[in-house]
Antibody, heavy 118, light 106 residues
C-alpha cells in the first residue's frame, strides 16, 4: 500500500522557522517527483513546491519562493520542507503528495497542521 | 488561473451533477485532473487526463472537455458523493487548483 505520513507540524511565531517531513512507503520513492501542497482558509488548495525524483531540481509557488526549501533523502524515502520567515498566511494543513507524470498528484498524505501565530 | 462554477451546487441524491472548471488559457488534456475532498480528509484523485477515472472510482463519475473548458459529471448522485470538488492543472509551474465546488444536499 502506498503511504505518505507527514510530521513536524507545530505552532510557531511569525518570523520563525519550521521543518516538515514526510515518510514514504509502498512505492519506489526515487522514481517519482514529490510535492508539498497546502490548504489554507484564505486560498484553498495551493501548490507549494516540487522536487524532482533525484532532488536535482526544485520549483516553488510564488508566495513561498525564497522562504521555503524542498528537499528529499532517497536513502531514507523521506521528503522535507524547510519553512523560514513564516507568516500568518502560511497557516494551514500541509500535504505531502506523490507526483505522477500521467495522473498528476495521485497520492496524498493525511496532512499536518501548521499554525503561525503569536 | 482556474475558475470553478458554481461555488455551491445543491442537489438531491439520484440527480445529475455538472461541475465546471474554466482555465484562463488553453491547457493540455493530459495535464488536467479532478479531486474530491470530504471533511477531515485529504483530496482524492478522481479523474486524470481530463477524462480517465482513477483506480476504484465509480463509473458514475466522468470527465470531459478540452482547451480551456472542462466538466466533471456525476450521472446519479449517491449520498457519499456530497463533498467539495477541485480541478487542477499540472501542465506548468506554478501548478494551480480551482477554488472548489461544494456539492451539498438540497
Amino acid at each position: 500500500e502506498v503511504r505518505l505520513v507527514e510530521s513536524g507540524g507545530a505552532l510557531v511565531q511569525p518570523g520563525g522557522s519550521l521543518r516538515l517531513s514526510c515518510a514514504a512507503s509502498g512505492f519506489t520513492f526515487d522514481d517519482y517527483g514529490m510535492h508539498w501542497v497546502r490548504q489554507t482558509p484564505g486560498k484553498g488548495l495551493e501548490w507549494v513546491a516540487l522536487v524532482t525524483w533525484d532532488g536535482g531540481d526544485a520549483f516553488y509557488g510564488t508566495s513561498v519562493k525564497g522562504r521555503f526549501t524542498i528537499s528529499r533523502d532517497n536513502s531514507n524515502n523521506s521528503l522535507h520542507l524547510q519553512m523560514n520567515s513564516l507568516r500568518g498566511d502560511d497557516s494551514g494543513i500541509y500535504y505531502c503528495v506523490k507526483d505522477n507524470e500521467v495522473a498528476g498528484f495521485d497520492v496524498w498524505g493525511q496532512g499536518i497542521l501548521v499554525t503561525v501565530s503569536s | 488561473v482556474l475558475t470553478q462554477s458554481p461555488d455551491t451546487l445543491p442537489l438531491s441524491p439520484g440527480e445529475r451533477a455538472t461541475l465546471s472548471c474554466r482555465a484562463s488559457q488553453s491547457l493540455s488534456r493530459t495535464s488536467f485532473a479532478w479531486y474530491q475532498q470530504k471533511p477531515g480528509q485529504a483530496p482524492r484523485l478522481l479523474i486524470y487526463s481530463a477524462s480517465t477515472r482513477a483506480t476504484g472510482v465509480p463509473d458514475r463519475f466522468s470527465g470531459s472537455g478540452s482547451g480551456a473548458d472542462f466538466t466533471l459529471t456525476i450521472s446519479s448522485i449517491e449520498p457519499e458523493d456530497f463533498a467539495v470538488y477541485y480541478c487542477l492543472q499540472h501542465s506548468r509551474s506554478p501548478y494551480t487548483f480551482g477554488q472548489g465546488t461544494k456539492l451539498e444536499i438540497k
